[in-house]
């Protein structure tokens, strides 16, 4: 019975000793309307030369978690497969007569809004099985809004590595140093996804992030 | 001769200020139950202290399950603002403060969507917005 115990403590130390880095789970938290679609797509199209998901100007486009499946980004001969989650914008309001705004009709604008609303609890649902987490900010709002605290919160809670991406720096009303003294504790990356700038930075800082992922 | 500024009236606003130990001993479920029950009464909450990130998102999940189930809710805005702790000192102290009394060197704002239009935040104010009536 002994000897039993201590084998399998034996080849528990030794499998976790020897155990490889599979694929990690990377998801991409926000607020509605920062880019993560827009930085998922990029990274796909970087890699795959594909699109995971699409984007508009409309909030709330992503309604669902979307899933790319074997995406290995390779740096430095160092290579890793990840799994990438695109998830909903977290928010704590959704009013459907703000969809009224971008042309939606009133039945459109509704059915939109109970699909976020579902959308944001999946979200929420999903920050559980995250490996690291990209939070991806808007750097020309206001980085102290209470729904990005809540996040990075939760993720350090829940011990998920995370890097700030501070997406739209391409826009003359960018402030990516506001961004980087709301989080002084954490990694933040100025990038735009739309056109690219600073995407070898951020891969630099992605295989930073992976590091940490226990 | 300047022209005279309009200042638009609001009428019947309720701020309920909650101590924080009216919610010390209570479980996440409860603190939420009670902070919704004031929200839906269209009154706004300033809570001494601030919800853990954990009661955040399960107050998220409570207020994205009650659009659209309730007439007229269109969710909630929050913001919590921290005294300032700037030494190693200071934030020890409040750190052993936690321990012993609780999270309650905050202050936490929470007002129903219909309500406040907007909670603009920075390090070291918090301004409430609220909408027309």
Partial sequence: ?214 | MAKKKRVRKVKDLTIHFMPYSEIRHDDAITRIKKIMGIILQDKIVILQGRLRPDEETRLIENTMTLIGNIKGFQGIEIASIDSEHRGVFDKMRRNLARILVGENDAITIIGPAQVVKEIKRNPKKIELMLKGR
């Fill in chain 1, 1 to 214: 019975m002994v000897i039993k115990i201590l084998r399998n403590f034996a080849r528990r130390i030794f499998s976790n000793l020897f155990k490889k880095k599979g694929k990690i789970k990377l998801g991409f938290y926000g607020p509605p309307n920062a880019g993560k679609t827009s930085l998922a797509n990029r990274l796909c199209q970087d890699v795959l030369g594909e699109d995971l998901g699409t984007v508009s100007n409309v909030p709330h486009e992503t309604r669902n978690v979307q899933f790319k499946e074997k995406v290995v980004i390779e740096k430095n001969r160092k290579k890793i497969e990840f799994k990438l989650i695109d998830t909903p914008g977290i928010a704590t309001k959704v009013d459907f007569e703000d969809f009224l705004k971008f042309g939606l009709k009133k039945k459109e604008a509704q059915a939109r809004s109970k699909e976020a609303t579902q959308g944001i609890i999946e979200a929420i649902k999903w920050l559980d099985d995250m490996d690291a987490v990209i939070v991806v900010l808007d750097s020309t709002a206001n980085p102290y809004s209470q729904v990005n605290i809540t996040i990075i919160g939760n993720l350090v809670a829940r011990k998920i590595p995370v890097l700030i991406v501070g997406n739209k720096i391409d826009l003359k009303k960018a402030n990516i140093k506001k961004v980087q003294n709301a989080f002084p504790e954490y990694d933040v990356i100025g990038i735009s996804a739309k056109t690219g700038k600073n995407m070898d930075d951020f891969y630099e800082s992605l295989f930073k992030l992976v590091k940490k992922v226990k």
